[in-house]
């Protein structure tokens, strides 16, 4: 089950984002950049309103990556069930000095690393942290107002923090501008968290938070947990030729995207790109026509992060092996009945050249 982690500024905002069903209160001020820190009154006062109702964090501070610096921020944040320590850009010499400081007060809270996904983000930072005690690592942005977290890196680097985190033990959570449309692109790759501030509010990043919106994604969030991820459940990917026929249902579709692969089974395709045109179209249980949020449908963002994905995997020898790994990918999802990829390379002669296949889902597969 994703969680919600919800910026807040103070006490107030607290109470707000608690009952529109955040999960974890995040204290931050967000009117000093990315990372600014709130007071420890603050976080006293937050604590003795949220109680145990909630796991409460707070960040270390946008601060220069000096060992002593950190060290007293979260000396001073200790109170807090987690503190979020930046981990700046920096020298890796400067970054690994500030991780062993933070880990003398690993047994005091729970630390989590904060990595920038604008700042080309360093994932082999991630050993270090576990090694260091750290309880978890977070994508974030540092520049707000400069795109979002999959403006910064595509659905495979995503995928790769993700599972490395997890393969390490530590939580992970992504965050960065983070809006409604991200929940269900990004709840695929299974994060324990996804961390919102801006979107959560009803016009800056610095104004106050608002309940609906909070709940908005809140509902959202909850929504995934009934969808099976390609990171899990690998149980579905069975060969789907021989299935039945099912019933129709609505289209949604990506229709000639086009990306540079390293595709081909010739010498002379080897390390370099071609150009290859992806059109993918799913059919999916009726729309219905009470449809007005990101909950009720399914995106045709999956579909292209499934493709940049599959893109991004190295050299691919046959088109068809393409084919077949984005359909049984997409597969995954029980609310997709049927699929149809048709993938054509671009730059080997006078036209496109390719294939187009089909599968569905069985009969004994779950569907929604
Ligand atoms: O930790 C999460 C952040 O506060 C996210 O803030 P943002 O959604 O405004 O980028």
Redesign the pocket.
Known sequence: MIKL?A?VSGPAEALVALRGGADII?L?NPSDGALGAVSPKIIEETIAAVGARRAISAVAGNLPMEPEAVARAIEARCAADYVKIGLFPASREDIAAVIEAASHYSEKSLLIAVLFADREPDFSLLEELADHGFCGAML??ME?GAGGLTRHLSPARLRDFVTRAKSLNLMVGL????EAPDVQRLSILEPDYL?????LTSGR?DAAIDEARVREIATLIAGTSSIAHPLSDPSHALDRQDAPVMAGGDRVFVEDFVLPLEIGAYAHEHGRTQEVRFSVEAIVAPIPSAARTMADIYSYDVIIDAIRTIAEAGHTVLVEELATRLAEDLLLDPRVRQIRVRIEKLGLGPGAVGVEIARRRPQSAPLR
């Open positions: 982690l910026s995040d931050k974030d942005t707000k965050a960065g501008s983070l961390g919102f501030r801006g979107a990043r």
